[in-house]
């Protein structure tokens, strides 16, 4: 990635891909209609944050010069409470302007916003540095550690989510409770269910089309009204590229059709989790059609390595996988959520299954992340996780048989507050993301888990009220 200072064009992008001119993405406009441009990044929580303008003052401007935004943008919680904790944002640094860098080679429609194109951002210092905090530069490092060893990344990414039949301000009134799903009980893979719903699921299919996020399938799952969109791999700062826009414009579609879209982790105690499954797999830089997983005729060692880095930065990374209190609901063993830290071969209950049948499907599937991650920061510990084995030419254990719930591989936290002082602890994630985030991500969870703490639940006053 080339770091530009205002005022100056880049000439590629974060994940290699060479920036539209300006004639072209003028084209894109005409022929799209645009009027309008949202821009902005991710927040460590996933939020999309920005800004929206005319479309000509984004041409004239913006996509060649960037905009400021105060720092504050990395100083809010997921409910915009202020959190004085960090080095990068607080009232030490008056809140001064970083810079919001469109990467253009990001710039597409948004079918469901007529009219509007969105662009995803890269963020610098004024002085054209890198903010090491922001989450695609995070993810953009370890894509450029890869390369630096001969390697690319692609992942792919199943999201499972749920849809009622509220609005945000009907559930909101609820409290969040006895919400009306958007179809009743449980009719996992229903064709018949499928359809009912298709009026919204299609909907969201074609819009993720329509701004060049190729959809795979799409089915019901275990939930009533929970469902599972599955977006194609590409390289890993693609796909998280998709997802941001992906997560964001399933929420904007499903309240246009009457629905209200959440991808917490787990909804309600009784309700199945909702996961972010992500299948990766690795090519040689100099040779992109092979699959570096795979040599003659099985697996190559090369496999073994990234499966062992994951297995032994798992625990130390978990922070990243599943970053809120509510993360933590879903994993309990028998939930087709993994407990512990093993692999195995086709197995859904081991946080990672392997296939390797033949060189177009070798892959691995890490199924420790939930819906709620941040796609760039889990995609971000799966490389970081890979590379750690590689580079120390790791081995994994033998791999779980049968029910892996059974087995004693080494447990992963189970609640924020473990994930925290592991990742506190780590020294693979301060090697492979620099202090300066580490700190600051652990900043952030740590408030996250002592707001947890603090609060009193439904759960306590229905429990203690009256009995103690």
């Known amino acids: 990635m080339t770091d530009a200072p205002p005022g100056t064009a880049r000439t590629d992008s974060a994940n290699g891909h060479a920036q539209p001119t300006m004639d072209a993405v003028r084209a894109l406009f005409d022929s799209h209609q645009i009027f309008t441009v949202q821009f902005g990044m991710t927040d460590v929580d996933g939020q999309l944050r920005g800004k929206v303008v005319p479309a000509d003052f984004f041409l004239d401007s913006i996509a060649r010069r960037g905009s400021s935004i105060p720092n504050i943008v990395f100083g809010w919680d997921v409910t915009d409470t202020l959190m004085d904790c960090f080095t990068v944002s607080g009232w030490h640094t008056g809140y001064s302007d970083v810079v919001l860098m469109p990467d253009l080679a990001t710039l ?3 079918p469901w916003e007529p009219g509007h194109a969105l662009v995803l951002c890269d963020v610098v210092h004024t002085d054209g540095t890198e903010v090491p905090v922001v989450p695609r530069t995070v993810l953009a490092r370890q894509v450029r550690r890869a390369a630096a060893l001969g390697y690319r990344f692609t992942a792919g990414y199943e999201l499972e989510f749920y849809l009622y039949r509220e609005t945000p301000e009907s559930a909101a009134a609820k409290g969040y409770r006895d919400l009306t799903p958007a179809a009743p009980g449980i009719a996992t893979f229903s064709l018949n269910r499928h359809s009912a719903l298709e009026h919204v699921i299609g909907a969201i299919r074609d819009g993720m089309r329509g701004c060049g996020i190729p959809i795979l399938a799409s089915n019901t799952e275990y ?3 929970q469902l599972e969109i599955n977006i194609e791999h590409a390289d890993v ?3 998280a590229d998709r ?3 992906y997560k964001n414009g399933v929420r904007r579609i499903a309240e246009q059709h009457g629905y209200l879209a959440t991808f917490m982790a787990k909804v309600t105690t009784e309700a199945a989790g909702s996961s972010a499954h992500i299948h990766q797999s690795m090519q040689p830089l100099d040779d992109p059609a092979r699959n570096a997983m795979w040599s003659g005729d099985g697996p190559a060692p090369l496999l073994r390595h990234a499966v062992a880095g994951q297995l032994a ?14 993360s933590y609901k879903r994993r309990v063993p028998g939930s087709w959520s993994p407990v512990s830290a093993v692999w195995g071969t086709d197995n859904r209950t081991a946080a990672l299954r392997v296939l390797a049948v033949d060189e177009p499907s070798c892959r691995m599937e890490n199924r420790v992340p939930g819906a709620d991650a941040n796609p760039y920061l889990a995609l971000a510990a799966c490389v970081a996780g890979a590379l ?3 580079e120390n030419e790791l ?4 791999p779980v048989l049968g029910n892996a719930y059974e087995g004693d591989g080494a447990p992963l936290p189970s609640s924020l507050a473990e994930a925290v002082d592991a990742f506190a602890c780590s020294g693979p994630a301060r090697a492979a993301f620099g202090d300066a985030f580490v700190d600051h991500y652990l900043a952030s969870r740590v408030w996250e888990r002592d707001r947890h703490r603090e609060a009193v639940s439904d759960w306590e ?3 203690y009220f009256t009995r103690v």
Do not use: K, S
Not at 313 to 326: E, G, H, K, S
Not at 395 to 398: G, H, I, T, V, Y
């Open 313 to 326: 930065t798992m625990c130390d990374f978990t922070a990243l996988y599943c970053p809120t209190v509510n």
């Open 237 to 239: 700062l693609t796909t």
């Open 388 to 390: 750690h084995g590689v």
């Open 108 to 110: 597409r429609p948004l």
């Open 223 to 225: 939930g009533a009204g």
């Open 461 to 463: 006053t229905g429990r």
């Open 395 to 398: 081995e994994p254990p033998a």
């Open 243 to 245: 997802v941001a826009v």
